[in-house]
């Protein structure tokens, strides 16, 4: 009888870490189409258009995850750990597609090798995001989720370093509104970067809690 009930509470537990592994996967698709735009600055309505439908993909499965939380008593993982992975990576994959939506209004004819490199390391770190998510099933190794956890944080500190170098050189253009709209590209890679290192954070209070 207590197994059975069991067995019904948890039936959900499978549906929200595939949804989890479905979000992170969708990321990964994103920040590797935005580092395909900006390496490959040719068709970049059609390379954007894909990041969008990628970002809409992204909200829907966010939606979805919602939703089974809230129809599921017990859950894999904390309700609140899992919510805020939820969120973050939404977050992520927002300011991804936020980059990418940058370059057409603010007509940017060619991208600086500073937005290459954040958005390489963007990928690098998504890929960090990613691995660990695909063993939360099952999930018994602290150790490997708090070695991702410095990994995501090494790329965030990288990104900052980059980040700073970028915004020192373009100060010392001239042109104003060169200014403004390259600064507007390296803060949104940036932010989507900072949110990486959210996820990590939730990664580690998940190796605190279960390890």
């Known amino acids: 009888m207590i197994a059975g009930f ?8 499978k549906e929200i870490i595939d949804k989890l ?21 040719d068709n970049v309505n059609e390379r954007k258009a894909k990041i969008k439908d990628l970002e809409h993909e992204g909200d829907r499965i966010t ?10 008593f017990v859950t894999p993982l904390d309700r609140e750990d899992i919510s805020s992975l939820t969120g973050v990576v939404d977050g992520i994959l927002d300011y ?24 390489k390391i963007l990928l690098s770190a998504s890929q960090e995001v990613h ?9 018994k190794n602290s150790a490997d989720l708090v070695e991702h956890c410095r990994n995501i944080s090494k790329y965030e500190h ?12 373009l100060l010392e253009t001239s042109n104003p509104f060169e ?14 970067l900072d949110k990486c290192a959210d996820v990590a954070d939730v990664f580690e209070d998940i190796a605190l809690k279960y390890g």
């Open 96 to 119: 991804t597609d936020e980059t990418a939506e940058r370059f057409v209004p603010f007509k940017i004819k060619e991208p600086t090798s500073y937005m290459l490199e954040l958005a």
């Open 63 to 72: 939606h979805d995850l919602y939703m089974l939380l809230d129809r599921t």
């Open 6 to 13: 069991l067995s019904r509470v948890r039936a959900n537990d």
């Open 131 to 139: 691995l660990p998510m695909t063993r939360l099933r099952g999930f």
């Open 21 to 41: 592994e479905m979000q992170n996967a969708n990321l990964l698709k994103a920040t590797s189409a935005l580092v395909e735009l900006i390496s490959n600055f």
């Open 158 to 169: 990288e990104a900052d370093t980059i980040y700073r170098t970028a915004i020192a050189e």
């Open 179 to 192: 200014i403004i709209k390259l600064k507007e590209v390296y803060e949104t890679l940036e932010v989507a």
